[in-house]
């Protein structure tokens, strides 16, 4: 059964720094490519970042460049993203997924395994 379970969600003032975590379990994710997206009500889930297993490339969203990293261990088949200088506008639920295929990684849609979300909170 493929699972992933995100962690180090919480409160933060801004300008602060958190770091989720994205623990993979249940196949081999060699070949995917690893996303994180994140959520407001109301709204549609938005592309933040994501990372090719097995290379390493990652893609940002404009929103969170320069202030945010994607990275992965292989050893731990954990994906991380490191917040840094958190906005208030960076409130929102983040999720982490999984997705077979290089192209397109900022649509959604194509992600076919997702975790149960981890909420962000930047108060201002």
């Known amino acids: 059964q493929v699972q992933l379970v995100e962690s180090g969600g919480g409160l933060v003032q801004a300008g602060g720094s958190l770091r989720l975590s994205c623990a993979a379990s249940?196949?081999?994710?060699?070949?995917?490519?690893m996303g994180w997206f994140r959520q407001t009500p109301g709204k549609e889930r938005e592309f933040v970042a994501a990372?090719?297993?097995?290379?390493?490339?990652?893609y940002y969203a404009d929103s969170v460049k320069g202030r945010f990293t994607i990275f992965r261990d292989n050893a731990k088949n954990t994906v991380y993203l490191q917040m840094n200088s958190l906005k208030p506008e960076d409130t929102a639920v983040y999720y982490c997924?999984?997705?077979?295929?290089?192209?397109?990684?900022?649509?959604?849609?194509?992600?076919?395994?997702w975790g149960q979300g981890t909420q962000v909170t930047v108060s201002s």
């Open positions: 249940g196949r081999t994710f060699s070949s995917y490519v």
């Open positions: 997924a999984a997705r077979p295929y290089v192209n397109y990684v900022a649509a959604a849609i194509g992600y076919n395994y």
């Open positions: 990372i090719s297993w097995s290379v390493g490339s990652t």
